[in-house]
T-cell receptor, first 114, second 113 residues
Framework: AQSVTQLGSHVSVSEGALVLLRCNYS??????LFWYVQYPNQGLQLLLK??????LVKGINGFEAEFKKSETSFHLTKPSAHMSDAAEYFC????????????FGKGTKLTVNP | DAGITQSPRHKVTETGTPVTLRCHQT?????MYWYRQDPGHGLRLIHY???????DKGEVSDGYSVSRSKTEDFLLTLESATSSQTSVYFC????????????FGPGTRLTVT
């Protein structure tokens, strides 16, 4: 069964520094991969989606993610953190077996220090 | 934003009482999901629906039931609420076509005392 692992439940960066949030999937190459963002007291919002059309995917708010099959990874990056990026980030992949289900990682909480 | 609303947004209830949470969508999407979110556990699927009257269990379905009598509404019922069901509950929707992209509602914070 597919599983998604996010390394680091908490990541802290300074404003203006590089943001790197890690995500690894476990099973056969998924057709899609997702990053979601959750701001405090809100629902999850789609940040970006990998569809195999391109290994480097650009999302909203300056985030991007690169799919690396050899590393079974889909890490999320942003060159320069902004205070407004403070949120929790979730990586997700389709669950094997269909039914349009997603498997989510446990999330990484990003703190941005001034 | 996808047209998804959840009601109530906050609820406090006592152990042993039944509770029903409602998810309403205006997108006419086929798939609907109920998740719970707890610290350290991320999002866990409770139940999902792949059409009117078609539902199936997720990974944490014990103590929960669902119903979907119309495309737009998906109800989650806690048959007899327990303190372990204190959580934030999210509804999500997804269209057909195998794209898996889900859109989430704003959540319901449930406290069972």
């Amino acid at each position: 069964a597919q599983s998604v692992t996010q390394l680091g439940s908490h990541v802290s960066v300074s404003e203006g520094a590089l943001v790197l949030l890690r995500c690894n999937y476990s099973s056969s190459v998924p057709p899609y991969l997702f990053w979601y963002v959750q701001y405090p007291n809100q629902g999850l919002q789609l940040l970006l989606k990998y569809t195999s059309a391109a290994t480097l995917v650009k999302g909203i708010n300056g985030f991007e993610a690169e799919f690396k099959k050899s590393e079974t990874s889909f890490h999320l990056t942003k060159p320069s953190a902004h205070m407004s990026d403070a949120a929790e980030y979730f990586c997700a992949a389709p669950s094997q077996g269909g039914s349009e289900k997603l498997v989510f990682g446990k999330g990484t909480k990003l703190t941005v220090n001034p | 934003d996808a047209g998804i609303t959840q009601s109530p947004r906050h609820k406090v209830t006592e152990t042993g009482t039944p509770v029903t949470l409602r998810c309403h969508q205006t997108e006419n999407h086929r798939y609907m999901y109920w998740y719970r979110q707890d610290p350290g556990h991320g999002l866990r699927l409770i139940h999902y629906s792949y059409g009117v009257k078609d539902t199936d269990k997720g990974e944490v379905s014990d103590g929960y039931s669902v119903s979907r009598s119309k495309t737009e509404d998906f109800l989650l019922t806690l048959e007899s609420a327990t303190s372990s069901q204190t959580s934030v509950y999210f509804c999500a929707i997804s269209g057909s076509g195998g794209h898996y992209e889900q859109y989430f509602g704003p959540g319901t914070r449930l406290t069972v005392t």
